[in-house]
């Protein structure tokens, strides 16, 4: 049997609820060329009975049952090993994708066989309940970038949309990841999938772009796999800055620093309101570079920076936190739609 174009590794645990219709959105796309792998973690509430059902209809499917539960990073380079396509994408047993998603893409990679990876858009889909309250659309445009300098500005660009950090946004050249054995860091359990962009970005060497949201990422109350253990902690968030800072190979140049750290000073703010010390974020050599960015923008930008960067503003500074904690606390959605 040929090897698909396209492998799909779906990490499942516990997800009976949502399991059909995000196998479903897989099954039904226009496009067929692909394998798609579910990775069972031992779910406990049939999850893993669903599909082997969907197995039987459909020989795309493979599965993977772990012999213990591990966590999604596990379950993922579970996949990984077996992995038989040309390309590898990813997609959460909680979400769906758009029914085109992977013709689009599969057409861009096949027009351009030198792409290493490809990335598009996602609608982040904000529940209350069982009702869709809210749904921030992220896009970016068609574009295909040759030179590092100009794929190292756009990977600061998507994450400030955000789109880089995600994995299930992006389809990866499988030779890639064989040869340089890149895998999801299974001591993570908070932003593995930045960390995999990370590392797999430093030997991509052409970045495709299109202009398609063509994922439906789903944000609910009791979490999803993508958000369930998350938080928001300041060394995690600051790792996560370093990486960016590191895929510059001949330093950061002046227009990306700049929104780059527009991104750590957000996460200050997201340490605060967790209740990180201030002190704690002042003492870091990072926060001294913060220090010295001449920042652009508009006014909610600039107050923000300022609080943070005046000693003599702590007081306002601390009612700001407070603020921004008690929205996230009481008014999730329109915390959602302020942030940005």
Not at 139 to 161: A, F, G, N
Not at 245 to 264: A, H, R, T
Not at 271 to 282: I, M, P, Q
Not at 294 to 301: A, D, E, I, P
Request: hydrophobic residues 40%; glycine residues 8%; neutral net charge.
């Amino acid at each position: 049997m040929a090897e698909p174009f396209v492998s799909i590794v779906m990490p499942v645990f516990n997800a009976d609820k949502f399991l059909r219709r995000s196998i479903g959105s897989i099954l039904d796309q226009s496009f067929s060329d692909f394998e798609l792998i579910l990775v069972d973690d031992r779910s406990t509430d049939g999850s893993l009975e669903i599909c082997r059902e969907l197995e039987k209809s459909d020989r795309r499917i493979k599965i993977i049952a772990l012999e213990k539960n591990s966590g999604a990073s596990a379950a993922r380079n579970a996949a990984l090993e077996r992995i038989g396509g040309q390309y590898v994408t990813f997609v959460d047993s909680d979400d769906w994708i758009e029914s085109d998603v992977l013709e689009r893409a599969a057409t861009a990679l096949r027009a351009d066989g030198s792409i290493d990876c490809l990335k598009y858009g996602c609608a982040e889909d904000y529940f209350e309940g069982a009702q869709l309250s809210y749904q921030k659309i992220c896009r970016v445009e068609d574009e295909t970038l040759y030179d590092r300098r100009s794929i190292e500005k756009k990977i600061v660009e998507l994450e400030t949309i955000p789109l880089f950090g995600y994995i299930w946004n992006g389809i990866y050249r499988a030779a890639l990841i064989k040869k340089f054995s890149i895998r999801f860091d299974e001591a993570r359990r908070v932003n593995e999938d930045f960390f995999f962009n990370a590392e797999f970005f430093r030997h991509v060497k052409v970045l495709r772009t299109l202009d398609c949201v063509g994922y439906h990422y789903e944000k609910r109350g009791g979490g999803s796999l993508s958000s369930t253990a998350r938080n928001y902690s300041y060394e995690i968030n600051r790792q996560k800055i370093a990486a960016l800072i590191g895929l510059f190979e001949g330093g950061v140049p002046s227009e990306s620093e700049e929104k780059v750290f527009w991104m750590y000073a957000r996460f200050c703010y997201a340490a605060l309101v967790e209740g990180e010390k201030l002190s704690t974020l002042r003492a870091d050599p990072l926060f001294d570079r913060l220090q010295k960015i001449k920042f652009g923008g508009g006014l909610k930008r600039r107050i923000l920076i300022g609080l943070l960067r005046n000693e003599m503003l702590s007081p306002l500074l601390t009612a700001a936190v407070n603020m921004i904690g008690g929205v996230k606390k009481l008014a999730p959605t329109l915390f959602a739609r302020l942030k940005r």
